[in-house]
Protein backbone atom coordinates (compact mmCIF):
# COMPACT_ATOMS: atom_id res chain seq x y z
CA UNK A 1 0.00 0.00 0.00
CA UNK A 2 1.35 3.61 -0.77
CA UNK A 3 0.77 4.85 2.48
CA UNK A 4 3.27 2.29 3.61
CA UNK A 5 6.62 3.69 0.77
CA UNK A 6 9.07 4.39 2.39
CA UNK A 7 9.50 7.89 4.40
CA UNK A 8 11.08 10.34 1.90
CA UNK A 9 13.19 12.31 4.74
CA UNK A 10 14.74 15.90 4.18
CA UNK A 11 16.54 18.50 6.35
CA UNK A 12 12.99 20.63 6.73
CA UNK A 13 12.68 18.16 10.07
CA UNK A 14 15.32 20.60 11.38
CA UNK A 15 12.95 23.39 10.99
CA UNK A 16 9.78 21.67 12.50
CA UNK A 17 12.45 20.71 15.67
CA UNK A 18 13.18 23.59 15.71
CA UNK A 19 9.55 25.56 15.84
CA UNK A 20 8.93 22.71 18.93
CA UNK A 21 12.13 23.95 20.46
CA UNK A 22 11.07 28.00 20.24
CA UNK A 23 7.84 27.29 22.20
CA UNK A 24 9.40 25.05 24.52
CA UNK A 25 11.71 27.70 25.30
CA UNK A 26 9.22 29.78 26.80
CA UNK A 27 8.22 27.66 29.29
CA UNK A 28 11.36 25.83 29.71
CA UNK A 29 12.11 26.05 33.78
CA UNK A 30 8.51 25.10 34.58
CA UNK A 31 8.42 22.47 32.33
CA UNK A 32 12.16 20.81 33.67
CA UNK A 33 10.88 21.26 37.14
CA UNK A 34 8.02 19.65 36.70
CA UNK A 35 9.38 16.62 34.03
CA UNK A 36 11.25 15.90 37.27
CA UNK A 37 9.20 16.11 40.54
CA UNK A 38 7.34 13.23 39.67
CA UNK A 39 10.32 10.75 39.31
CA UNK A 40 12.10 12.63 42.35
CA UNK A 41 9.12 11.58 44.16
CA UNK A 42 9.13 8.38 43.52
CA UNK A 43 13.42 7.76 43.58
CA UNK A 44 13.44 9.47 47.05
CA UNK A 45 10.48 7.84 48.51
CA UNK A 46 10.96 4.77 47.39
CA UNK A 47 14.79 4.69 47.10
CA UNK A 48 15.09 5.67 51.32
CA UNK A 49 12.19 4.82 52.59
CA UNK A 50 12.11 0.95 51.31
CA UNK A 51 16.08 1.34 50.63
CA UNK A 52 16.18 1.92 54.47
CA UNK A 53 14.74 -1.16 55.32
CA UNK A 54 17.34 -3.19 53.29
CA UNK A 55 20.86 -4.21 53.98
CA UNK A 56 23.80 -2.00 51.96
CA UNK A 57 25.31 -3.65 49.10
CA UNK A 58 22.82 -5.93 48.58
CA UNK A 59 24.58 -7.90 45.22
CA UNK A 60 21.30 -7.87 43.69
CA UNK A 61 21.26 -4.41 43.38
CA UNK A 62 24.78 -4.43 41.64
CA UNK A 63 26.30 -4.29 45.11
CA UNK A 64 25.29 -0.56 45.64
CA UNK A 65 22.48 0.69 47.34
CA UNK A 66 19.06 0.72 47.00
CA UNK A 67 18.74 4.02 45.74
CA UNK A 68 21.50 3.79 43.50
CA UNK A 69 19.53 1.11 41.81
CA UNK A 70 16.62 2.47 41.67
CA UNK A 71 17.88 6.03 40.16
CA UNK A 72 19.45 4.26 37.30
CA UNK A 73 15.75 3.01 36.67
CA UNK A 74 14.21 6.11 36.99
CA UNK A 75 16.05 7.60 34.66
CA UNK A 76 14.92 5.60 32.00
CA UNK A 77 11.42 5.43 33.06
CA UNK A 78 11.80 9.30 33.54
CA UNK A 79 13.17 8.77 29.53
CA UNK A 80 10.31 6.49 28.32
CA UNK A 81 7.66 8.40 30.28
CA UNK A 82 8.43 12.30 28.83
CA UNK A 83 8.98 10.58 24.82
CA UNK A 84 5.86 9.04 25.43
CA UNK A 85 4.34 12.00 26.70
CA UNK A 86 5.46 14.33 23.95
CA UNK A 87 3.88 11.97 21.25
CA UNK A 88 1.24 11.44 22.32
CA UNK A 89 -0.68 14.85 24.77
CA UNK A 90 1.92 17.54 22.89
CA UNK A 91 2.01 15.88 19.19
CA UNK A 92 -1.55 15.03 19.19
CA UNK A 93 -2.43 18.80 20.10
CA UNK A 94 -0.40 19.57 17.22
CA UNK A 95 -1.67 16.97 14.64
CA UNK A 96 -5.43 17.14 15.32
CA UNK A 97 -6.71 20.37 18.09
CA UNK A 98 -4.24 23.23 16.89
CA UNK A 99 -3.44 21.66 13.54
CA UNK A 100 -0.06 22.44 13.43
CA UNK A 101 1.19 19.84 10.86
CA UNK A 102 -1.13 20.83 8.56
CA UNK A 103 -0.22 24.34 8.62
CA UNK A 104 3.78 23.27 8.43
CA UNK A 105 2.49 21.17 5.29
CA UNK A 106 1.33 24.27 3.62
CA UNK A 107 5.33 25.17 3.23
CA UNK A 108 6.94 22.77 1.80
CA UNK A 109 7.50 19.93 4.11
CA UNK A 110 6.04 17.05 3.79
CA UNK A 111 4.68 15.13 6.21
CA UNK A 112 7.36 12.70 6.38
CA UNK A 113 9.55 15.44 7.39
CA UNK A 114 7.30 16.86 10.18
CA UNK A 115 7.11 13.35 11.67
CA UNK A 116 10.89 13.05 11.46
CA UNK A 117 10.93 16.25 13.03
CA UNK A 118 8.23 15.39 15.96
CA UNK A 119 10.34 12.08 16.72
CA UNK A 120 13.64 13.83 17.17
CA UNK A 121 11.99 16.76 19.26
CA UNK A 122 10.54 14.35 21.24
CA UNK A 123 13.57 12.36 21.50
CA UNK A 124 15.16 15.77 22.42
CA UNK A 125 12.92 16.09 25.37
CA UNK A 126 12.87 12.44 26.85
CA UNK A 127 17.03 12.96 26.90
CA UNK A 128 16.51 16.31 28.51
CA UNK A 129 14.40 14.84 31.43
CA UNK A 130 16.77 11.75 31.82
CA UNK A 131 19.43 13.76 31.92
CA UNK A 132 18.19 16.17 34.50
CA UNK A 133 17.89 13.37 36.87
CA UNK A 134 21.06 11.66 35.89
CA UNK A 135 22.24 15.15 37.12
CA UNK A 136 20.49 14.86 40.45
CA UNK A 137 21.74 11.12 41.04
CA UNK A 138 25.38 12.44 40.22
CA UNK A 139 25.37 15.44 42.67
CA UNK A 140 23.81 12.75 45.14
CA UNK A 141 27.11 10.92 44.47
CA UNK A 142 25.58 8.08 43.62
CA UNK A 143 27.29 8.08 39.92
CA UNK A 144 30.34 5.82 40.13
CA UNK A 145 32.38 7.11 37.12
CA UNK A 146 33.31 9.12 33.64
CA UNK A 147 31.37 5.96 31.86
CA UNK A 148 27.99 7.52 33.14
CA UNK A 149 28.62 9.99 30.06
CA UNK A 150 28.07 7.01 27.94
CA UNK A 151 24.63 7.16 29.32
CA UNK A 152 23.55 10.33 27.47
CA UNK A 153 23.35 8.83 24.07
CA UNK A 154 21.62 5.29 24.87
CA UNK A 155 18.78 7.77 27.16
CA UNK A 156 18.95 9.54 23.66
CA UNK A 157 18.40 6.06 21.60
CA UNK A 158 15.73 5.48 24.45
CA UNK A 159 14.03 8.44 23.77
CA UNK A 160 13.66 7.40 19.99
CA UNK A 161 12.97 3.94 21.07
CA UNK A 162 9.90 5.30 22.79
CA UNK A 163 8.77 8.45 21.01
CA UNK A 164 7.88 6.29 17.72
CA UNK A 165 5.27 4.15 19.29
CA UNK A 166 4.04 7.13 21.13
CA UNK A 167 3.50 7.98 17.34
CA UNK A 168 2.11 5.05 16.35
CA UNK A 169 -0.46 5.54 18.87
CA UNK A 170 -1.42 9.24 18.16
CA UNK A 171 -1.65 8.30 14.65
CA UNK A 172 -4.57 5.63 15.73
CA UNK A 173 -6.38 8.19 18.84
CA UNK A 174 -9.61 9.51 18.12
CA UNK A 175 -8.96 11.38 20.85
CA UNK A 176 -7.53 12.22 24.18
CA UNK A 177 -8.81 9.72 25.99
CA UNK A 178 -7.42 6.43 24.35
CA UNK A 179 -3.87 7.68 25.65
CA UNK A 180 -4.63 6.50 28.95
CA UNK A 181 -5.18 2.93 27.78
CA UNK A 182 -1.51 3.41 26.17
CA UNK A 183 -0.09 4.16 29.73
CA UNK A 184 -2.46 1.33 31.82
CA UNK A 185 -1.98 -1.47 29.60
CA UNK A 186 1.77 -0.86 28.26
CA UNK A 187 4.10 1.82 29.89
CA UNK A 188 3.23 0.68 33.54
CA UNK A 189 2.99 -2.81 33.01
CA UNK A 190 6.40 -2.28 31.52
CA UNK A 191 8.08 -0.04 34.30
CA UNK A 192 7.25 -2.96 36.34
CA UNK A 193 8.60 -5.58 34.77
CA UNK A 194 11.75 -3.88 33.08
CA UNK A 195 14.26 -3.63 36.53
CA UNK A 196 13.52 -0.56 36.94
CA UNK A 197 12.22 -1.00 41.24
CA UNK A 198 13.66 -4.29 41.22
CA UNK A 199 16.13 -7.11 39.41
CA UNK A 200 14.34 -9.27 36.91
CA UNK A 201 15.27 -12.74 38.63
CA UNK A 202 12.74 -11.72 41.49
CA UNK A 203 10.22 -12.15 38.51
CA UNK A 204 8.54 -15.80 37.94
CA UNK A 205 10.96 -17.58 34.77
CA UNK A 206 7.84 -16.89 32.48
CA UNK A 207 7.74 -13.42 33.00
CA UNK A 208 11.31 -13.07 33.12
CA UNK A 209 11.06 -14.30 29.16
CA UNK A 210 8.41 -11.27 28.79
CA UNK A 211 10.66 -8.86 30.39
CA UNK A 212 13.44 -9.84 27.99
CA UNK A 213 11.31 -8.46 24.82
CA UNK A 214 10.50 -4.98 26.50
CA UNK A 215 12.40 -2.58 25.29
CA UNK A 216 12.82 -0.72 28.61
CA UNK A 217 14.66 -3.98 30.01
CA UNK A 218 16.99 -2.94 26.91
CA UNK A 219 17.10 0.42 28.14
CA UNK A 220 17.64 -0.42 32.01
CA UNK A 221 20.45 -2.78 30.77
CA UNK A 222 22.21 -0.48 28.71
CA UNK A 223 22.18 2.73 30.97
CA UNK A 224 22.33 1.16 34.53
CA UNK A 225 25.70 -0.21 34.02
CA UNK A 226 26.80 2.36 32.97
CA UNK A 227 26.03 4.03 35.96
CA UNK A 228 27.77 1.66 38.10
CA UNK A 229 30.86 2.49 36.37
CA UNK A 230 31.01 -1.22 34.68
CA UNK A 231 30.63 -1.76 30.86
CA UNK A 232 27.34 -2.95 29.65
CA UNK A 233 27.44 -6.78 28.96
CA UNK A 234 25.60 -7.00 25.43
CA UNK A 235 25.65 -3.70 24.55
CA UNK A 236 25.32 -4.41 20.59
CA UNK A 237 22.31 -6.15 21.22
CA UNK A 238 20.50 -3.91 23.48
CA UNK A 239 20.92 -1.12 20.93
CA UNK A 240 19.69 -3.14 18.06
CA UNK A 241 16.65 -3.28 19.48
CA UNK A 242 16.16 -0.10 20.21
CA UNK A 243 17.33 0.94 16.89
CA UNK A 244 14.97 -1.38 15.95
CA UNK A 245 12.22 -0.20 17.81
CA UNK A 246 12.41 3.17 16.61
CA UNK A 247 13.03 2.82 13.05
CA UNK A 248 10.34 0.37 12.10
CA UNK A 249 7.48 1.62 14.70
CA UNK A 250 8.73 5.53 13.10
CA UNK A 251 7.95 3.55 9.34
CA UNK A 252 4.58 2.33 10.61
CA UNK A 253 3.65 5.92 12.39
CA UNK A 254 4.20 7.53 9.27
CA UNK A 255 2.08 4.78 7.31
CA UNK A 256 -0.74 5.26 9.33
CA UNK A 257 -0.49 9.08 9.72
CA UNK A 258 -0.37 9.48 5.96
CA UNK A 259 -3.53 7.52 6.07
CA UNK A 260 -5.09 9.75 8.52
CA UNK A 261 -4.23 12.83 7.07
CA UNK A 262 -3.59 12.54 3.12
CA UNK A 263 -6.47 10.20 2.31
CA UNK B 1 7.68 28.66 -18.85
CA UNK B 2 5.01 26.22 -17.57
CA UNK B 3 1.35 27.09 -16.80
CA UNK B 4 1.24 28.38 -13.00
CA UNK B 5 -1.40 25.16 -12.62
CA UNK B 6 -2.72 22.13 -15.01
CA UNK B 7 -5.03 19.85 -13.62
CA UNK B 8 -6.75 16.97 -15.91
CA UNK B 9 -9.41 14.41 -15.19
CA UNK B 10 -9.14 14.76 -11.44
CA UNK B 11 -10.88 11.88 -9.38
CA UNK B 12 -11.82 11.61 -5.49
CA UNK B 13 -13.85 9.08 -3.59
CA UNK B 14 -14.87 9.32 -0.30
CA UNK B 15 -16.56 6.14 1.13
CA UNK B 16 -18.93 5.21 -1.74
CA UNK B 17 -19.08 9.24 -3.03
CA UNK B 18 -16.66 10.55 -5.83
CA UNK B 19 -16.57 14.22 -4.37
CA UNK B 20 -14.22 15.22 -7.10
CA UNK B 21 -15.57 13.24 -10.30
CA UNK B 22 -12.96 14.36 -13.16
CA UNK B 23 -11.95 17.62 -13.74
CA UNK B 24 -9.55 19.30 -15.60
CA UNK B 25 -8.79 22.72 -15.47
CA UNK B 26 -5.64 25.05 -15.93
CA UNK B 27 -4.54 28.38 -14.78
CA UNK B 28 -2.37 31.20 -17.30
CA UNK B 29 0.18 33.12 -15.67
CA UNK B 30 -1.43 36.26 -13.86
CA UNK B 31 -4.50 35.09 -13.70
CA UNK B 32 -7.14 35.00 -11.54
CA UNK B 33 -9.58 31.66 -11.17
CA UNK B 34 -12.08 30.93 -9.27
CA UNK B 35 -14.10 28.31 -7.86
CA UNK B 36 -17.43 28.25 -6.98
CA UNK B 37 -19.94 25.81 -5.80
CA UNK B 38 -22.03 25.06 -3.48
CA UNK B 39 -21.24 23.32 -0.01
CA UNK B 40 -19.81 20.23 -0.37
CA UNK B 41 -19.13 20.90 -4.48
CA UNK B 42 -15.76 19.36 -3.92
CA UNK B 43 -13.74 22.94 -4.27
CA UNK B 44 -11.69 21.79 -0.62
CA UNK B 45 -10.65 18.89 -1.93
CA UNK B 46 -9.72 19.70 -5.31
CA UNK B 47 -7.15 22.21 -3.78
CA UNK B 48 -5.73 19.92 -1.03
CA UNK B 49 -5.33 17.72 -4.49
CA UNK B 50 -3.69 20.40 -6.37
CA UNK B 51 -0.89 21.25 -3.16
CA UNK B 52 -0.14 17.64 -2.28
CA UNK B 53 -2.18 17.32 0.80
CA UNK B 54 -4.60 14.60 -0.10
CA UNK B 55 -3.79 11.67 -2.45
CA UNK B 56 -6.22 11.49 -5.62
CA UNK B 57 -7.66 8.49 -7.04
CA UNK B 58 -6.95 9.09 -10.47
CA UNK B 59 -5.51 12.47 -12.35
CA UNK B 60 -2.45 14.23 -13.29
CA UNK B 61 -1.46 17.57 -11.59
CA UNK B 62 1.41 20.10 -12.36
CA UNK B 63 1.80 22.95 -10.01
CA UNK B 64 4.40 25.03 -10.50
CA UNK B 65 5.94 22.57 -13.56
CA UNK B 66 6.16 19.92 -10.83
CA UNK B 67 4.14 16.87 -10.97
CA UNK B 68 2.03 17.01 -8.05
CA UNK B 69 1.88 14.47 -5.20
CA UNK B 70 5.81 13.51 -6.34
CA UNK B 71 7.03 16.35 -6.42
CA UNK B 72 4.40 18.37 -3.84
CA UNK B 73 7.21 19.26 -1.71
CA UNK B 74 9.29 21.06 -4.11
CA UNK B 75 6.13 23.03 -5.86
CA UNK B 76 5.00 24.14 -2.61
CA UNK B 77 8.01 26.42 -1.94
CA UNK B 78 6.41 28.40 -5.03
CA UNK B 79 3.37 28.38 -3.42
CA UNK B 80 1.56 30.79 -0.98
CA UNK B 81 -1.81 28.67 0.74
CA UNK B 82 -4.33 30.19 2.42
CA UNK B 83 -6.67 27.09 4.17
CA UNK B 84 -10.56 27.34 4.55
CA UNK B 85 -10.00 26.94 8.19
CA UNK B 86 -6.73 29.05 9.50
CA UNK B 87 -4.21 27.32 11.48
CA UNK B 88 -2.15 29.85 12.56
CA UNK B 89 0.06 29.04 15.19
CA UNK B 90 -1.50 29.76 18.52
CA UNK B 91 2.06 29.40 20.69
CA UNK B 92 3.40 32.44 18.90
CA UNK B 93 3.27 36.17 18.07
CA UNK B 94 1.87 37.26 14.62
CA UNK B 95 5.49 38.45 13.91
CA UNK B 96 6.67 34.65 15.53
CA UNK B 97 4.49 33.05 13.43
CA UNK B 98 5.52 34.36 10.20
CA UNK B 99 9.17 33.83 11.06
CA UNK B 100 8.69 30.22 12.02
CA UNK B 101 6.63 29.83 9.12
CA UNK B 102 9.40 31.47 6.12
CA UNK B 103 11.96 28.74 8.25
CA UNK B 104 10.08 25.74 6.82
CA UNK B 105 11.02 27.51 3.64
CA UNK B 106 14.89 27.32 4.70
CA UNK B 107 14.60 31.23 4.26
CA UNK B 108 17.41 32.92 6.30
CA UNK B 109 16.47 34.69 9.36
CA UNK B 110 17.94 38.18 8.12
CA UNK B 111 15.84 38.06 5.26
CA UNK B 112 12.75 37.32 6.57
CA UNK B 113 13.41 40.00 9.55
CA UNK B 114 13.19 42.39 6.82
CA UNK B 115 9.99 40.75 4.94
CA UNK B 116 7.97 40.15 8.37
CA UNK B 117 7.18 44.32 9.19
CA UNK B 118 6.41 44.82 5.44
CA UNK B 119 4.20 42.28 5.16
CA UNK B 120 2.48 43.06 8.39
CA UNK B 121 1.98 46.25 7.08
CA UNK B 122 0.69 44.91 3.92
CA UNK B 123 -2.28 43.15 6.19
CA UNK B 124 -2.81 46.15 8.27
CA UNK B 125 -1.55 44.21 11.37
CA UNK B 126 1.74 46.21 12.09
CA UNK B 127 0.25 47.13 15.45
CA UNK B 128 -0.25 43.95 15.98
CA UNK B 129 3.40 42.51 15.40
CA UNK B 130 3.65 41.09 19.03
CA UNK B 131 0.53 40.25 19.94
CA UNK B 132 -0.54 36.71 20.87
CA UNK B 133 -2.55 34.61 18.16
CA UNK B 134 -5.58 34.64 20.38
CA UNK B 135 -5.95 38.21 20.82
CA UNK B 136 -6.68 38.56 17.02
CA UNK B 137 -10.09 39.02 15.76
CA UNK B 138 -11.37 36.65 13.07
CA UNK B 139 -10.56 39.35 10.16
CA UNK B 140 -7.13 40.05 11.69
CA UNK B 141 -6.29 36.39 11.84
CA UNK B 142 -7.51 36.14 8.35
CA UNK B 143 -5.36 38.54 7.02
CA UNK B 144 -2.59 37.15 8.96
CA UNK B 145 -2.47 33.76 7.46
CA UNK B 146 -2.48 35.84 4.07
CA UNK B 147 0.59 37.53 5.10
CA UNK B 148 2.15 34.39 6.09
CA UNK B 149 1.21 32.67 2.87
CA UNK B 150 3.44 35.59 1.10
CA UNK B 151 6.35 35.20 3.34
CA UNK B 152 8.09 32.87 0.66
CA UNK B 153 6.97 35.59 -2.27
CA UNK B 154 5.51 32.70 -3.74
CA UNK B 155 4.17 32.64 -7.95
CA UNK B 156 1.11 31.17 -7.22
CA UNK B 157 -1.45 31.94 -4.59
CA UNK B 158 -4.09 29.00 -3.49
CA UNK B 159 -6.90 30.54 -1.41
CA UNK B 160 -9.14 28.60 0.36
CA UNK B 161 -12.49 31.20 0.73
CA UNK B 162 -9.80 33.94 1.84
CA UNK B 163 -12.75 36.32 2.87
CA UNK B 164 -15.35 34.23 4.48
CA UNK B 165 -16.60 35.57 8.20
CA UNK B 166 -15.10 39.22 8.02
CA UNK B 167 -17.23 41.74 8.27
CA UNK B 168 -17.02 44.49 4.63
CA UNK B 169 -14.30 46.47 5.95
CA UNK B 170 -11.77 43.28 6.42
CA UNK B 171 -13.24 42.05 2.97
CA UNK B 172 -12.68 45.23 0.83
CA UNK B 173 -9.21 45.30 2.42
CA UNK B 174 -8.39 41.72 1.13
CA UNK B 175 -9.65 42.69 -2.73
CA UNK B 176 -7.44 45.28 -2.99
CA UNK B 177 -4.43 43.17 -1.75
CA UNK B 178 -5.51 40.63 -3.66
CA UNK B 179 -5.77 43.42 -6.87
CA UNK B 180 -2.31 44.41 -5.88
CA UNK B 181 -1.29 41.06 -6.16
CA UNK B 182 -2.41 40.72 -9.45
CA UNK B 183 -1.06 43.37 -10.57
CA UNK B 184 2.51 42.34 -9.45
CA UNK B 185 2.14 39.60 -11.94
CA UNK B 186 1.26 36.84 -9.20
CA UNK B 187 -0.91 34.23 -10.16
CA UNK B 188 -4.11 33.46 -8.03
CA UNK B 189 -6.38 30.15 -7.60
CA UNK B 190 -9.62 30.78 -4.97
CA UNK B 191 -12.32 29.74 -3.82
CA UNK B 192 -15.49 31.76 -2.51
CA UNK B 193 -18.97 32.27 -1.87
CA UNK B 194 -19.33 35.67 -2.47
CA UNK B 195 -20.37 36.40 -6.04
CA UNK B 196 -19.21 40.19 -5.79
CA UNK B 197 -15.56 38.50 -4.93
CA UNK B 198 -15.96 36.58 -8.14
CA UNK B 199 -17.13 39.06 -10.45
CA UNK B 200 -14.48 41.78 -8.80
CA UNK B 201 -11.21 39.67 -8.61
CA UNK B 202 -11.62 36.50 -11.42
CA UNK B 203 -10.61 36.41 -14.93
CA UNK B 204 -11.80 33.18 -15.16
CA UNK B 205 -14.08 30.75 -13.05
CA UNK B 206 -15.36 27.23 -12.94
CA UNK B 207 -18.24 26.50 -11.14
CA UNK B 208 -18.18 23.15 -9.85
CA UNK B 209 -21.44 20.89 -8.30
CA UNK B 210 -21.38 17.08 -6.94
CA UNK B 211 -17.53 16.96 -7.98
CA UNK B 212 -17.74 18.28 -11.79
CA UNK B 213 -17.10 21.70 -13.38
CA UNK B 214 -20.49 22.39 -14.97
CA UNK B 215 -19.48 25.83 -15.88
CA UNK B 216 -16.56 27.97 -17.11
CA UNK B 217 -15.79 31.00 -18.48
CA UNK B 218 -15.07 34.78 -17.91
CA UNK B 219 -17.92 35.94 -15.36
CA UNK B 220 -19.62 38.15 -18.36
CA UNK B 221 -19.23 35.17 -20.77
CA UNK B 222 -21.08 33.18 -18.06
CA UNK B 223 -23.66 35.62 -17.68
CA UNK B 224 -24.30 36.60 -21.27
CA UNK B 225 -24.71 32.57 -21.79
CA UNK B 226 -27.02 31.08 -19.09
CA UNK B 227 -29.05 34.67 -18.19
CA UNK B 228 -30.06 36.42 -21.34
CA UNK B 229 -32.98 38.18 -19.76
CA UNK B 230 -31.89 39.97 -16.15
CA UNK B 231 -34.90 38.07 -13.84
CA UNK B 232 -35.22 41.30 -12.19
CA UNK B 233 -36.20 44.37 -14.17
CA UNK B 234 -34.37 47.24 -11.74
CA UNK B 235 -31.03 45.79 -12.56
CA UNK B 236 -29.07 43.70 -14.42
CA UNK B 237 -28.06 39.86 -14.30
CA UNK B 238 -25.27 38.91 -12.40
CA UNK B 239 -23.13 35.76 -11.43
CA UNK B 240 -25.73 35.25 -8.10
CA UNK B 241 -28.36 34.52 -10.87
CA UNK B 242 -26.17 32.24 -13.05
CA UNK B 243 -25.19 30.48 -9.56
CA UNK B 244 -28.60 29.78 -8.49
CA UNK B 245 -29.38 28.57 -12.29
CA UNK B 246 -27.15 26.66 -12.98
CA UNK B 247 -26.76 24.48 -9.13
CA UNK B 248 -30.92 24.94 -8.17
CA UNK B 249 -32.39 26.57 -4.87
CA UNK B 250 -32.24 23.73 -2.86
CA UNK B 251 -29.92 23.19 0.14
CA UNK B 252 -26.54 20.85 -0.52
CA UNK B 253 -25.51 19.61 2.86
N1 LIG C 1 -11.42 13.50 4.70
C1 LIG C 1 -12.69 13.31 4.28
N2 LIG C 1 -13.31 12.15 4.55
C2 LIG C 1 -14.58 11.93 4.12
N3 LIG C 1 -15.30 12.82 3.43
C3 LIG C 1 -14.73 13.99 3.12
C4 LIG C 1 -13.41 14.29 3.53
N4 LIG C 1 -13.09 15.53 3.09
C5 LIG C 1 -14.18 15.97 2.43
N5 LIG C 1 -15.17 15.05 2.45
C6 LIG C 1 -16.49 15.20 1.82
O1 LIG C 1 -16.29 15.57 0.49
C7 LIG C 1 -17.29 16.48 0.07
C8 LIG C 1 -16.65 17.69 -0.54
O2 LIG C 1 -15.98 18.40 0.46
P1 LIG C 1 -15.18 19.74 0.17
O3 LIG C 1 -14.65 20.17 1.49
O4 LIG C 1 -14.22 19.51 -0.92
O5 LIG C 1 -16.34 20.70 -0.30
P2 LIG C 1 -16.30 22.26 -0.55
O6 LIG C 1 -16.76 22.48 -1.95
O7 LIG C 1 -15.00 22.82 -0.17
O8 LIG C 1 -17.43 22.75 0.46
P3 LIG C 1 -17.52 24.10 1.35
O9 LIG C 1 -18.01 25.16 0.43
O10 LIG C 1 -18.55 23.77 2.38
O11 LIG C 1 -16.19 24.37 1.90
C9 LIG C 1 -18.14 16.79 1.28
O12 LIG C 1 -19.31 16.03 1.21
C10 LIG C 1 -17.30 16.32 2.44
O13 LIG C 1 -18.10 15.88 3.48
MG1 LIG D 1 -14.34 24.09 1.24
Redesign the interface.
Known sequence: MSHFAPPRLSLRAVAVWRRNFLVWRKIAIPSILGNLADPMIYMFGLGYGLGGLLPEALPAFGGGSYIAFLAAGTVCASTMNAASFETLYSAFARMDVQKTWEAIMNGPVALDDVMLGELFWAAAKATLSGVAILIVVALLGLVQSPLALWAIPAIFLTGLAFAAPGLIVTALAPSYDYFMYYFTLFVTPMTLLSGVFFPLDQLPAGIQAVSQMLPLTHAVALIRPLLFGQVPETPLLHIAVLAGLALACFWIALGLTRRRLLS | MAAPLEVRDLRKRYGDREVVAGISFALAKGECFGLLGPNGAGKTTTLRCC?G???PDAGTIAMVGEPVPAR??????RVG?V?Q?D??????SAA?NLL??G????IDDATLRARIPRLLEFAGLASKTDANIRTLSGGMKRRLTLAR?LI?DPDLLVLDEPTTGLDPQARHLIWERLQGLLADGKTILLTTHFMEEAERLCHRLAIMDEGRIIAEGTPQALIAQHIPVSPSPLRPANLEDVFLELTGRDLRD
Open positions: LLTTAREAREVPFNLDPDFEVFRYFAAN
